[in-house]
């Protein structure tokens, strides 16, 4: 059933998704949104997968991928890392990504991004990376970054697609439209890393003040609104052969 509503709801509201070669040529930042084992480790905590799940495991292995090869280039990368207070909950979720616990920490194929120098980490307390990345000052450290490395294009990646990652697009597409972002012009959400969670009907239905999220259906419809919001929204990441040796960016 659920798949048969999936295809409908392909046909009548398509994400058209093209691919993206990034260059020199475009000054590019790469944003991990939440890629801590609260939300892609089995086991790891009460958002986190209960068994093996292909969707997440394979955007965090493209995740990891990317952010690799933007770090051997020099090319920046920013990273949320979701981090909360023990005693200020967040609605409707449980407990989650205790601040110094393993749950808030990035899975363990990214714990070398901790001590890169073209990295930028932030822990953020709240959905909204946008919103989570205000300093006590009133300034804002993705602001910042994107302002201080010149950057021209970010290419996000991460879960969940239709809350985190929509949230953070969303509010990035304001900001920028706003020009609060410059010189930033396009965000570009990467389907193949990004994922979400899968909470089938008939397993919320038992679960006290749960919602239904089936997964797939729920990636495309984040997916359909990021775009709808003025979002590019890609399929594939290749790196143009001109910039494989390039480091001044």
Sequence with gaps: ?????????????????????????????????????????????????R??????????????????????????VFAFLDSHHPDIPEPPYPSHCIIGTDEARLVPALHWLENEPSATLKCKDCIDGFLGSIEEDGSNLFVDWVKNNQIKAILVVGICTDICVLDFVCSTLSARNRQILTPLEDVIVYSSACATFDLPVHVAKD?????????DL??????????????????EVSFAVCVESDTDL
């Design 1 to 49: 059933m659920v798949s048969k509503t999936i295809d409908l709801l392909k046909k009548d509201l398509p994400v058209e998704q093209s691919s993206l070669v990034l260059s020199q040529d475009v000054k590019t930042g790469l944003v991990l949104v939440d890629v801590v084992n609260g939300f892609c480790t089995v086991g790891a905590g009460n958002l986190a997968p």
């Design 51 to 76: 068994q093996p799940d292909k969707q997440i495991s394979d955007m965090v292995e493209e995740s990891v991928r990317l952010a690799k090869l933007f770090c051997e280039k020099n090319w920046p």
């Design 207 to 215: 679960i006290n003040g749960a919602l239904a999220h089936p997964q």
């Design 218 to 235: 729920m990636h495309h419809i984040g997916l359909y609104i990021a775009k709808g919001r003025g979002a590019r929204v890609v399929s």
